[in-house]
Structures are given as C-alpha cells and as structure tokens.
C-alpha cells in the first residue's frame, strides 16, 4: 500500500505526445504551467499557486526557437533539465511534458497568427515576430494539454495582456495573473539573471528601485490635468537620462501604459511602468 502511494506520488515526466494523451486525457481540471526552463522561484510561485487552485498540475519545459529573433539568444539561452527537475519533484508536480521542437511543430496547418498594427508596441516593436511565435507555440500545446487555467507572470505582463486576449477569443480556459517575484534587492527574478555578474546583479537592483521612485511620483501626478500629464513625460525623459548616464546601460524603452489596454492613455485611470534594457549584453524586462 505504502509503496503504491509513492508510485502515485511520483511526477510523469513525459516526452511523447502519445503518454501525454495517455497521462492526462481524464484530467478535467488541470493547470498548466508553461515554461522555457532556467527555473527559479518566480516559476516556483506559478506552480504553487496552479496546485493551489487546480486539481492537477502540468509543467512544460521548452524553449520555443520561434519566438526568438536572434539565434544567439536561443542559443545561449540558460538550460539546466537537471536542476529543473529537482526543483519540479520537490514540489510535487504531477506532469512534466518535455517535447522536442519536431513534435512541437510536426502540424504546421494551423492558422498564421498575426498583431494588429495598435498590438506593435513595448517589446512587440523591438522583438520582430517574437509574441507571434510565443502565441502560436502556445496556441499548439493548448491544443495537446487541454487544460482548465494557465498560469502567467506579471513580470512578462505584455505576454500575459496577449496571452489573455488570444485565449479568451479562441478557448475557454482561464489566464491566471501571478505576481512578480523579486530577488532581494528588488531586481526581477528571471532565467537570464544568470548570465549576469556579481556588479551587474547589484546594478539591477538599484536599477529597480529608482524605478520603483518612478513610479510612486508618477502616481502622484496622474490626474486628469494637462500640466501634470506633460510633467509626467519629462519626469520619465529625465529618469530615462539619469539611468543611462549613472549605470551605463542601453534602454530599449521606458513607457506608461494602461493596464487594462496597454495604451498610452493613463490620465485618470490605473498604469504600469515598463522597461527593457539591455545590462552587459543582456536584454532585461520589468514592470511596476
Ligand atoms: P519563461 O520560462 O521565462 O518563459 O517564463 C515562464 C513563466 O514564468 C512566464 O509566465 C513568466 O511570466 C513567468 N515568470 C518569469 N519570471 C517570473 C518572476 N520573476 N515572477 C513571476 N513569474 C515569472
């Protein structure tokens, strides 16, 4: 009895799309957690809350080289499946698909995803076809997983605002919003963080609370008032040099957007701050 309990403990790891319908075609309520490895607890979190909500939980591991548009980056992106599925028995999770590039891709009929002209912006604009590939892959393993919600982070808010959108218009299954995990210094916890040093790790951190001060004094002069408004771009255009010129970095955009719609209309109504930036050679995002 003993052993037959560990055995139903156990996590399915899974890399064939035949034991993946074997393994979950009874799941009806199934979170999935989509990921491209390089986990940490920013990861860790999306898990616990879909275990928390779900019955079942559905890892998948796999970097997608659609959405990169540049291959160095695919390349040297991190990768460690040994450490990740320590990390993913630890916490218990029940499926962990795996599935190589040809599986993913072996049915290219389905419909060409596209952005409209007005979605072309933040990390749209620089990343050419990057969250078409990121809709597409996970509009496939959608397709495979059938699961009840899927599990997102914030920290990646304009995938989610996408993710959301694409899903609610083709699929009855919920996005689910986690919140950002920060390292200690405030700095977003990311898979990339690795390729950065002891100094640029630092930096980061200063970086995120000066962004943090951004925010709360942007807060402080959104109202409807014209005169603010135009404060509140120059404070941003002043903040954008001061970056730059204290930490020695190449900011790719510094924006407020709504959080509802992503526009620039924030006057009056509820904001995000976002930035990318590239930090030793290394494209860094976040949000406040
Ligand atoms: P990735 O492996 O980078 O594709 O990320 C997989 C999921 O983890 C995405 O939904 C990310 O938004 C989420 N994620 C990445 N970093 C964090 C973080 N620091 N806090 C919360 N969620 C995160």
């Given amino acids: 009895m003993f052993y037959l309990l560990i055995i139903l403990l156990q996590m399915k790891l899974i890399r064939q799309i035949t034991d993946l319908n074997k393994a979950i075609h009874k799941e009806n309520d199934l979170g999935f957690v989509p990921t491209m490895g390089g986990l940490h607890k920013g990861h860790e979190f999306l898990i616990k809350v879909s275990q928390k909500i779900c ?4 890892v ?11 291959k160095d980056d695919y390349k040297t992106y991190p990768r460690d499946l040994s450490k990740d599925l320590k990390i993913l028995k ?5 499926f962990v698909y ?30 050419k076809g990057h969250f078409e590939g990121v809709l597409d892959v996970l509009n496939r393993f959608v397709k495979l ?3 009840k919600m899927i599990f997102m982070g914030e920290k990646d808010f304009q995938q989610y605002f996408l993710v959301k959108n694409f899903i609610s218009q083709n699929y009855k299954i919920k996005v689910y919003p986690c919140k950002t995990i920060r390292d200690k210094n405030g700095m977003a916890l990311s ?5 950065l040093n002891r100094t640029n790790l630092k930096t980061a951190g200063l970086i995120a609370n000066k962004l943090l001060k951004l925010k709360f004094s942007l807060l ?14 120059k404070l941003i255009q002043k903040s954008k040099k001061m970056l ?3 930490f020695n970095i190449k900011i790719e955009y510094l924006e407020c957007r709504n959080l509802m719609t992503l526009t620039t209309n924030t006057k009056n109504k509820p904001f995000k701050l976002f930035i990318a930036y590239y930090l030793n050679n290394v494209r860094l995002i976040d949000n406040f």
Avoid: E, G, H, M
């Fill in 98 to 127: 795996l599935p190589t590039v040809n599986q993913i891709y072996k049915n290219k009929r389905l419909p060409r995803i596209t952005l409209k002209k007005s979605q072309k912006i933040l990390c749209a604009r620089s990343r």
């Fill in 55 to 58: 019955k079942k939980t559905l």
């Fill in 244 to 246: 730059i010129n204290k």
């Fill in 145 to 147: 997983i059938s699961p």
């Fill in 220 to 233: 402080k002069k959104n109202s409807l008032n014209n005169v603010n408004a135009k404060k509140s771009k």
């Fill in 60 to 70: 998948s591991i796999f970097v997608n080289p659609t959405q990169f548009n540049n």
């Fill in 90 to 94: 630890k916490l218990k999770v029940d």
């Fill in 191 to 195: 898979s990339r963080n690795i390729l």
